[in-house]
């Protein structure tokens, strides 16, 4: 069982940043980043495997950046320049399944945390 809880969200500019953060209990194989915006089907961003080998959707690459602090088991998400088209609801999930940490399908991942909301105005 891994029990995951976000923090970081919040209300920003275009433009600007947020650092969303995923405490991790436990320590699962795979790691990610979701999003869902009103109206709009869960979405991966990014994922990060056991040897930290990152995976992104083509929506935020070059812009987020995920990484982990093994020491402390913190999932992170760093987002720069934000567009209003990432608000949405920001999930943290994780999973055992395999050795791949794919963004598709959201079954592979097994633990979802409760989610943090980011809203971008402009």
């Known amino acids: 069982q891994v029990q995951l809880v976000e923090s970081g969200g919040g209300s920003v500019q275009a433009g600007g940043s947020l650092r969303l953060s995923c405490q991790a209990y436990g320590y699962p194989r795979c790691m990610g980043w979701f999003r869902q915006a009103p109206g709009k089907e869960r979405e991966g961003l990014a994922t990060?495997?056991?040897?930290?080998?990152?995976t992104y959707a083509d929506s935020v690459k070059g812009r987020f950046t995920i990484s982990k602090d093994n020491a402390k088991n913190i999932l992170y998400l760093e987002m720069n320049n934000l567009k209003t088209e990432d608000t949405a609801m920001y999930y943290c999930?994780?999973?055992?399944?395999?050795?791949?940490?794919?963004?598709?399908?959201?079954?592979?991942?097994?633990?979802w945390g409760q989610g943090t909301r980011v809203t971008v105005s402009s």
């Open positions: 990060i495997d056991a040897i930290h080998n990152p």
């Open positions: 999930a994780a999973g055992n399944l395999g050795n791949r940490c794919p963004l598709t399908p959201l079954t592979h991942y097994t633990f």
